[in-house]
């Protein structure tokens, strides 16, 4: 008999409701680190290569070749802290000092995990201050750009 009280799979005739983009929060060494307001770039690239077996030139086959991460760039608003300055400054000094970052999503209430990227062995690799504007009413968003070397997905407790 099949488990009732599972979470639906998506496939016709079941609704699986969509993730909303804007129920998230950042973890940088499982510590929630400032008000973020946008996380894009999240990416991986498998690079194909491509070659032909001898003897048959009509055909071309694709392997699998290096994979690369992007970079992943969060926006965030400026406050007093300087947390995230002083992990940059590290980077700029000579001295990088590496960080487990989580993206988490939450459900639709923004109150439980549904799944999270994590972003192995990050490091800030660019910053840009808020643009200033003494006409605008806008908050201070400052950007800081992360390299990593690995991004894992786990499936939350809300979603499991």
Do not use: C
């Not at 300087?82 to 980077?91: P, V």
């Not at 993206?103 to 999270?116: A, C, P, Q, Y």
């Amino acid at each position: 008999m099949p488990d009732v009280t599972a979470t639906p799979a998506a496939q016709p005739g079941n609704w699986v409701d969509p993730l909303r983009s804007y129920n998230f929060k950042l973890l940088i060494n499982n510590v929630t680190e400032g008000h973020f307001t946008e996380v894009t770039g999240l990416g991986v690239q498998v690079e194909r290569i491509s070659y032909r077996e001898a003897g048959n030139n009509a055909v071309v086959r694709a392997i699998p070749g290096r994979v690369t991460y992007a970079s992943v760039t969060l926006r965030y608003g400026l406050t007093s802290s300087h947390e995230l300055w002083d992990w940059l400054m590290t980077a700029v000094e000579g001295r990088v000092s590496r960080r487990n970052v989580s993206i988490v999503m939450l459900d639709s209430s923004g109150t439980s995990e549904v799944l999270r990227w994590n972003l192995i062995n990050a490091w800030p690799q660019e910053w840009y201050g808020a643009p200033l504007d003494a006409m605008s009413r806008e908050l201070a968003i400052e950007t800081l750009v992360l390299a990593h070397e690995g991004l894992h997905r786990e499936t939350g407790t809300a979603g499991a």
